[in-house]
T-cell receptor
Framework: DAGVTQSPTHLIKTRGQQVTLRCSPKSGHDTVSWYQQALGQGPQFIFQYYEEEERQRGNFPDRFSGHQFPNYSSELNVNALLLGDSALYLC????????????FGPGTRLLVL | GENVEQHPSTLSVQEGDSAVIKCTYSDSASNYFPWYKQELGKRPQLIIDIRSNVGEKKDQRIAVTLNKTAKHFSLHITETQPEDSAVYFCAAYTGSARQLTFGSGTQLTVLP
């Protein structure tokens, strides 16, 4: 049973650039949530995707956008990168009927220079 | 929105002792409370969860208790082992917001 996977594992970008992160949910799951985890802090909710639509968004600017594909995989895009965007980006998958029970991927560590 | 506070931020215990981590939440509509364990450089791993209609849940050496009236919940680890050393996060889920709100984490160190 495949767990949640994310790519790439690490990424280095410079300020002003754009980045795309990818997530494949756990087998059988159809909902993907994205989180940002700064060093030494708990994950912060960015948004959730279900049926290829953004269902809910946390307190993040619209530089952060996403997409979900028909196979339930998802992308997180961040435009106009800032130094403060450096963090571990986690995706979590769940089932629509049990969306509270979320399983995390290994994350993508983004460093913005 | 929901706010989750977690204490202590660091906790050291001797191997074999018990460890307790406490969290409080603010939104009375929150109805699901998971705990995650995150080892250095690894993903948060769901270790136990509890729903608002249950007061206590156990799974081997791990237990979680929930007091809805006081809006707090706790993680209890008994007979701690060195491999229990990690950062533990509590979280609260509010259905209307469709999001997990996390505490700030507790670094647990089990000393051999």
């Amino acid at each position: 049973d495949a767990g949640v996977t994310q790519s790439p594992t690490h990424l280095i970008k410079t300020r002003g650039q754009q980045v795309t992160l990818r997530c494949s949910p756990k087998s059988g799951h159809d909902t993907v949530s994205w989180y940002q985890q700064a060093l030494g802090q708990g994950p912060q909710f960015i948004f959730q995707y279900y049926e290829e639509e953004e269902r809910q968004r946390g307190n993040f600017p619209d530089r952060f956008s996403g997409h979900q594909f028909p196979n339930y995989s998802s992308e997180l895009n961040v435009n106009a990168l800032l130094l403060g965007d450096s963090a571990l980006y986690l995706c979590a998958s769940s089932l629509a009927g049990r969306q509270e029970t979320q399983y995390f991927g290994p994350g993508t560590r983004l460093l913005v220079l | 929105g929901e706010n989750v506070e977690q204490h202590p931020s660091t906790l050291s215990v001797q191997e074999g002792d018990s460890a307790v981590i406490k969290c409080t939440y603010s939104d009375s509509a929150s109805n699901y409370f998971p705990w995650y364990k995150q080892e250095l450089g690894k993903r948060p791993q769901l270790i136990i969860d509890i729903r608002s209609n249950v007061g206590e849940k156990k799974d081997q050496r791990i237990a979680v208790t929930l007091n809805k009236t006081a809006k707090h919940f706790s993680l209890h680890i008994t007979e701690t082992q060195p491999e229990d050393s990690a950062v533990y996060f509590c979280a609260a889920y509010t259905g209307s917001a469709r999001q997990l709100t996390f505490g700030s984490g507790t670094q647990l160190t089990v000393l051999p």
